[in-house]
């Protein structure tokens, strides 16, 4: 009986000593090598004793100061290397430890239009273009053995890739493009440039009066053309067709029979009906038209088809 007692006094003053010493601090970072701007989470791994908990986590830290247990989101705009202590105390004293938190500044970098004149170099602000002109986009600003990148419309699977990385030429349909530089720390800044692409200052639509789709490969569909599309090829549907964004194209017979339909620019007619050929004849054709611009229109006439 005498011996449980003695080990059962040696086990409470045991306890009470664990939970009455100085406390010792102690905390984790979420991380310690950040960007200007970021944000960090703190937690607090003081033993268990502690009573009151007081953070510094330097000037231009924000916040600055904290009294609580958890602080939760540091956040740093300034680089710099910042020391953050925590000191950890109880009726038996205190205890204090410090860690360290590197914030990288981010890179300098400005996109520009430019252009060169009598070999002297100029910078252009945001800019016009009528479609087909190209735009010289030059960036400026990439940190030493960082890297540059362009993004359309700041699509980042759209990156585009230039072989010196600091310019290129585009020739839009997009009306925007990002420029983004990274340093080593994979710390960021980007600027934007914005092209509007305009186009001609009269949009013509108008269809042929008459076809031959004999197979020679001259003039072998019935189909819109434009001013737009340069080379009147049709390549690329709604981007160079005729910068029409929906259409309804029909043919009819001289019975009214509608022999041929689309709502695809890029698509003509070859001059069957039911998969066989319309003998030569003359044919009416109805177009009905919206362009990007917003302005509908319609246009009505014949078309002669030969063979």
Same mark, same amino acid.
């Given at each position: 009986?005498?011996?449980?007692?003695?080990?059962?006094?040696?086990f409470?003053?045991?306890?009470?000593?664990?939970?009455s010493?100085v406390? *010792?601090? @102690?905390?984790?970072?979420?991380?310690?090598?950040? $960007?200007?701007?970021? $944000?960090?989470?703190?937690? /607090?791994?003081s033993?268990?004793?502690?009573?009151?908990?007081?953070? @510094?986590?330097?000037?231009?830290a924000?916040?600055?100061s904290y009294?609580?247990?958890?602080?939760?989101?540091? $956040?740093?705009s #300034?680089?710099? &290397?910042?020391t953050?202590?925590?000191?950890a105390s109880?009726?038996?004293?205190?205890?204090?430890?410090?860690?360290?938190?590197?914030?990288?500044?981010?890179?300098?970098?400005?996109?520009?239009?430019s252009d060169?004149?009598?070999? !002297?170099?100029v910078?252009?602000?945001?800019? *016009? %273009?009528?479609?087909y002109?190209?735009?010289?986009?030059?960036?400026?600003? %990439?940190?030493?053995g960082?890297?540059?990148?362009?993004?359309?419309?700041g699509v980042?699977?759209?990156q585009?890739?230039?072989?010196?990385?600091?310019?290129?030429?585009? #020739?839009?349909?997009?009306t &925007? +493009?990002?420029?983004?530089? +990274? #340093?080593l720390n994979? $710390?960021?800044?980007?600027? &934007?440039?914005?092209?509007?692409?305009?186009?001609?200052?009269?949009?013509r639509?108008? !269809?042929? =009066?008459s076809?031959?789709?004999? =197979?020679?490969?001259k003039?072998d569909?019935?189909? %819109?053309? *434009? =001013?737009?599309?340069?080379?009147n090829n049709?390549?690329?549907?709604?981007?160079?067709?005729?910068?029409?964004?929906e259409?309804?194209?029909?043919?009819?017979?001289?019975y009214?029979i509608l022999v041929?339909r689309?709502?695809?620019p @890029?698509?003509g007619?070859?001059?069957?009906?039911?998969?066989?050929?319309? /003998?030569?004849?003359t044919?009416?054709?109805?177009v009905?038209?919206?362009?990007?611009?917003?302005i509908?229109?319609?246009?009505?006439?014949?078309v &002669?088809? +030969?063979?």
């Amino acid at each position: 009986m005498k011996v449980f007692i003695i080990l059962f006094l040696t086990f409470v003053n045991t306890m009470v000593w664990s939970q009455s010493g100085v406390p *010792t601090a @102690d905390f984790s970072l979420s991380e310690s090598n950040i $960007c200007s701007g970021e $944000c960090i989470e703190i937690l /607090n791994t003081s033993t268990s004793n502690s009573q009151t908990w007081i953070w @510094d986590f330097g000037t231009g830290a924000n916040p600055s100061s904290y009294q609580g247990q958890n602080p939760g989101l540091v $956040c740093f705009s #300034n680089p710099g &290397t910042y020391t953050i202590t925590l000191t950890a105390s109880n009726a038996f004293g205190s205890n204090s430890t410090s860690q360290t938190v590197t914030v990288t500044a981010n890179p300098s970098v400005n996109g520009t239009i430019s252009d060169t004149l009598g070999g !002297v170099y100029v910078e252009i602000p945001d800019t *016009t %273009i009528y479609m087909y002109q190209n735009a010289y986009l030059w960036g400026s600003g %990439i940190p030493s053995g960082g890297t540059m990148a362009w993004y359309p419309s700041g699509v980042e699977s759209n990156q585009i890739q230039v072989a010196n990385g600091d310019s290129l030429t585009v #020739n839009p349909f997009y009306t &925007t +493009y990002y420029v983004v530089a +990274y #340093n080593l720390n994979g $710390c960021f800044s980007y600027d &934007t440039v914005l092209v509007n692409v305009r186009f001609n200052d009269s949009i013509r639509v108008a !269809v042929p =009066n008459s076809f031959s789709p004999n =197979n020679d490969g001259k003039n072998d569909f019935l189909r %819109i053309l *434009t =001013n737009v599309d340069e080379d009147n090829n049709f390549s690329n549907g709604f981007k160079e067709g005729g910068a029409i964004a929906e259409l309804d194209f029909k043919v009819y017979n001289s019975y009214g029979i509608l022999v041929f339909r689309t709502s695809d620019p @890029d698509e003509g007619w070859d001059g069957t009906f039911k998969g066989k050929n319309e /003998n030569p004849a003359t044919f009416v054709y109805v177009v009905d038209y919206k362009l990007i611009s917003g302005i509908s229109q319609s246009i009505k006439g014949n078309v &002669t088809l +030969y063979r």
